[in-house]
């Protein structure tokens, strides 16, 4: 079956005014990972200076994570009556106030605090950058805006642990969160600079009728899709480490050097995708042959005696397949999403991810406990054929 290409427009050059938006919100995802990742890396150092153990500290990151999912889809439809600029920028500036007053407070209450506040400016984020790059960006060269948005969150995570670090190395603890309040702060202002004037969204003309509803059926079919990806990623990626340890016998150094392929793989599957989803119109067709390939290349760590050298193959190529599907998975929903109502369906099915990394890591660490390491890439393959069906058959139907 063939794929429907673009049209020649697709090779239509950027703009300046594309490049600045691009550019900007490209950083603001960029910092919105490195939020993610503010404590978890300094969690030894926080637990000698606050006295408190490992638990009370992952109880932070569970409230980070807890507020933003039940945040995300409301700051969607805020995104879309008061602007993506707007909310995107109030996002960081809050971001940035709640790293900031740890570090000028300390404590351990007041890093909870910190917590559901950056949870709150989290949620700000996917739907107000979609919403920026669906009006500015050329609709020939979406899938590669996309793509590179994606690619600088990714940078943004793999940059952080070190990042943390080396400031904590120079800095203390206290000063290592300050500069992450910092970087908040000057995100802000590129943002609010470097992005277009916030105008009203689009609305149905007179004689259209009612505007679409935004909780339709295909927008929660994608909500879904959403939740499988993150289960299908997010719990091969938690545990691959460990499993490939305790399952194929590999050292720690080759699980590692597996993993970090498996990342480095997703990575630049995102940015060889964004080409591919402006080159095509069947953007669940994409999706579906990616997760797919990457189902096979997991399903054979899971099931065969490989060597390590191999199974380090297998799962970056496993990487560069579902990396290839992110782009058009966000062209389906940018496909889906009503006139004038893109921040509050990207907030909606964000939330997807929201659920499904809530679920991942008890599901798949209930499987080590369990003493069923292979288990881990036997359901992440599991999981990924799933999520490749979900993308193939609305766009079958409509065929």
């Known amino acids: 079956m063939s794929i429907a290409t673009a049209p020649p427009e697709a090779a239509a050059s950027w703009t300046p005014a594309e490049r600045r938006l691009l550019g900007a919100v490209s950083a603001a995802h960029a910092q919105s990972h490195i939020h993610m990742l503010v404590f978890p890396p300094l ?15 992952g109880l932070v990151v569970t409230v980070f994570s807890v507020v933003s999912a039940l945040t995300q889809a409301p700051v969607g439809f805020m995104v879309d009556r008061l602007g993506p600029r707007r909310v995107l920028t109030a996002g960081l500036v809050t971001g940035g106030i709640a790293f900031t007053s740890f570090a000028l407070f300390g404590g351990y209450g007041w890093m909870i605090l910190a917590g ?9 984020f996917h739907p107000a950058d979609y919403a920026l790059l669906n009006g500015g960006i050329g609709g020939a060269r979406m899938g590669r805006a996309f793509s590179l948005h994606t690619f600088a969150g990714y940078a943004g995570g793999a940059a952080a642990p070190m990042l943390m670090l080396g400031l904590a190395a120079a ?18 202002a590129i943002v609010w600079l ?13 004689g259209e009728g009612k505007p679409a509803r935004v909780l339709s059926p295909a927008i929660l079919g994608l909500t879904v899709f959403f939740v499988l990806i993150a289960l299908s990623i997010g719990g091969t990626n938690g545990f691959a480490v460990a499993a490939l340890v305790a399952g194929h016998g590999l050292s720690l150094t080759m699980a590692s050097a597996a993993l970090t392929a498996l990342l ?7 940015l060889l995708g964004g080409r591919l989803a402006d080159r095509s119109s ?22 065969l005696p490989l060597p390590g050298v191999l199974i380090v193959v297998l799962l970056g190529a496993s990487g560069i397949l579902s990396g290839l599907c992110m782009p058009s998975r966000d062209m389906m929903v940018r496909a889906a999403a009503p006139p004038g109502q893109a921040g509050a ?3 909606i099915v964000s939330t997807g991810f929201n659920i499904g990394g809530m679920i991942a890591p008890i599901l798949f660490g209930w499987l080590m406990d369990a003493g069923q390491p292979n288990a881990v890439f036997l359901l992440g393959a599991v999981f990924m054929v799933i999520t490749a069906l979900a993308a193939a058959l609305p766009e079958l139907r409509r065929r």
Not at 171 to 188: H, K, P, T
Request: some cysteine.
């Open 116 to 124: 559901a506040i950056a949870g709150l400016a989290n949620a700000t």
């Open 264 to 270: 480095v793989g997703s990575a630049t599957g995102v």
């Open 43 to 57: 969690f030894p150092l926080l637990r000698d200076q606050l006295g408190v153990g490992f638990l009370e500290l």
């Open 345 to 347: 369906t990207f907030g």
């Open 194 to 206: 470097a992005c277009p004037r916030d105008v009203k969204p689009a609305r149905a003309r007179p």
């Open 171 to 188: 800095f203390g603890v206290q000063g290592a969160v300050l500069g992450a309040g910092l970087m908040a702060f000057a995100a802000a």
């Open 282 to 303: 069947r953007h669940g067709l994409v999706a579906a042959a990616g997760f797919a390939g990457a189902a096979v290349a997991t399903l054979a760590v899971a099931l």
